[in-house]
């Protein structure tokens, strides 16, 4: 059992995501930076459906009542063990008794805290993801509270003397304040005149304040539609269309005077043009992203974005390996 | 000696000094507070963060007015410790 004796911000338990329901209405939820879960995953020894916790800004306060093994990743941040600095990206060993503490985040948004075993809570449809909309999975369908109790599996890995392995520096993340963010055209993109088609890539937008798990909003530059008849059934504002399914990573552009780029808890289908959507890879960077911070759009094929997934599946797999190899 | 200690947004928010609209604000300058006083809020969508002092001491300044837009790492108070 780990006790929450300070919850953070958001702190939520998250895995890989709940899939087979899209169509019905729920999106997956699931790590918001997936690379960096699965990183924690894998040097704790976990499975990759394994649960963790996702923190927001400012990270929990937890005791742990038995010994094991953890490791934190994602944003950079300031981590202790019963008010000792541990280092991020590797792993650490933590005993019955201690309460590690998260301080404040220097870089980035969200970590990533793996347990040897997993976080216990209830699967829901197949997944531990804390889904806050409709209240389910996670604890009671809902981000930490203090007082909270996480149950923790236990642990499957049979080697437990695991050395110490740092993750290299090429395998981290390292969010900046500006991250160029690869989008493929959306089914909707012909709605935009030229000029806003193209600006939409020549262009840097900021994010604002207003970004969660379920969408971030982007300003800077107002977007125009071709004109047209609206079709019936159809809104009436220019940016809106016949409803339609929206894919993960969507770009939006509510009456066009700021994106909106739904995340990994947004709605699953509505009525406004989807004028691009963000590659899976690159998902997980905007995850780690904060106002006032920049990006700059950049159009890429569908091949070469399911390129880039494939190559992050190699990556994580040498990792595996690599870890193996050495512990 | 008297060390004065700054206290740093954790996030880019929203930075209020009272609890609720119209309640008392939750430190006044020139107050004594202990290690852990919440001196203030910071919010971002909807997600509220009190501001606890790291330090026991006196409360010499607010550098952000309550309702405030505020950057992650921006001083928010300044506390006077006596050490």
């Known amino acids: 059992m780990i006790t929450v004796i300070q919850p953070g911000l958001y702190t939520t338990v998250q895995d890989r995501g709940r899939f087979g329901f899209y169509g019905v209405g729920f999106p997956p939820s699931g790590s918001m930076d997936l690379y960096s879960s699965a990183v924690a995953n894998i040097l704790v020894g976990n499975p990759a459906n394994a649960a963790v916790l996702e923190t927001t800004f400012v990270g929990p306060t937890l005791e742990f009542e038995r010994n094991g093994r953890i490791a934190v990743?994602?944003?950079?941040?300031?981590?202790?063990?019963?008010?000792?600095?541990?280092?991020?990206?590797?792993?650490?060993?933590?005993?019955?008794?201690?309460?590690?503490?998260?301080?404040?985040?220097?870089?980035?948004?969200?970590?990533?805290?793996?347990?040897?075993?997993?976080?216990?809570?209830q699967p829901v449809m197949g997944s531990r993801s804390t889904y806050v909309a409709s209240?389910?999975?996670?604890?009671?369908?809902?981000?930490l509270l203090p007082g909270d109790r996480l149950e923790v599996l236990a642990d499957s890995e049979s080697r437990t003397n695991r050395n110490r392995f740092e993750i290299p520096e090429y395998?981290?993340?390292?969010?900046?304040?500006?991250?160029?963010?690869?989008?493929?055209?959306?089914?909707?993109?012909?709605l935009l005149d030229p000029q806003s088609q193209q600006l939409l890539t020549a262009e840097t937008f900021t994010v604002s304040t207003e970004a969660n798990r379920t969408g971030y909003r982007l300003t800077g530059h107002q977007l125009s539609f071709i004109e047209r008849e609206q079709p019936f059934g159809a809104g009436s504002d220019p940016s809106n269309v016949v409803n339609l399914g929206y894919p993960v990573g969507s770009l939006q552009a509510p009456s066009g005077t700021e994106l909106i780029c739904l995340m990994r808890d947004a709605v699953t289908g509505g009525g406004y043009a989807t004028l691009a959507t963000v590659i899976s890879v690159d998902l997980d960077i905007l995850a780690q992203m904060k106002f006032p911070e920049t990006v700059l759009f950049e159009t890429i094929s569908m091949e070469a974005a399911l390129q880039l997934r494939a190559e992050r599946g190699k990556r994580l797999q040498s990792l595996v390996e690599l870890i193996d190899a050495v512990t | 000696m008297p060390e004065i200690h700054e206290i740093a947004a954790p996030f880019p928010g929203v930075f209020y000094r009272r609890a609720a609209p119209g309640s008392a604000p939750l430190a006044e300058p020139e107050q004594v507070i202990a290690v852990g006083h919440v001196i203030a809020l910071v919010e971002v969508m909807k997600m509220f963060h009190e501001v606890q002092s790291a330090v026991a001491g006196r409360i010499t300044e607010f550098c952000a007015e309550d309702g405030d837009a505020v950057a992650m790492g921006q001083i928010i108070a300044k506390i006077e410790s006596q050490s």
Not at chain 1, 137 to 143: D, I, L, P, T
Request: proline share 5%; with cysteine; glycine share 16%.
């Open chain 1, 73 to 121: 990743t994602g944003a950079t941040a300031d981590i202790t063990i019963d008010g000792v600095s541990i280092q991020p990206w590797t792993i650490v060993e933590i005993k019955k008794g201690q309460v590690l503490a998260f301080g404040g985040i220097s870089a980035g948004v969200r970590n990533y805290l793996a347990i040897s075993g997993g976080i216990g809570v």
């Open chain 1, 135 to 143: 209240n389910l999975g996670g604890v009671e369908g809902r981000a």
């Open chain 1, 171 to 190: 395998l981290r993340v390292s969010p900046m304040p500006h991250h160029v963010i690869r989008i493929v055209p959306g089914l909707c993109n012909y």
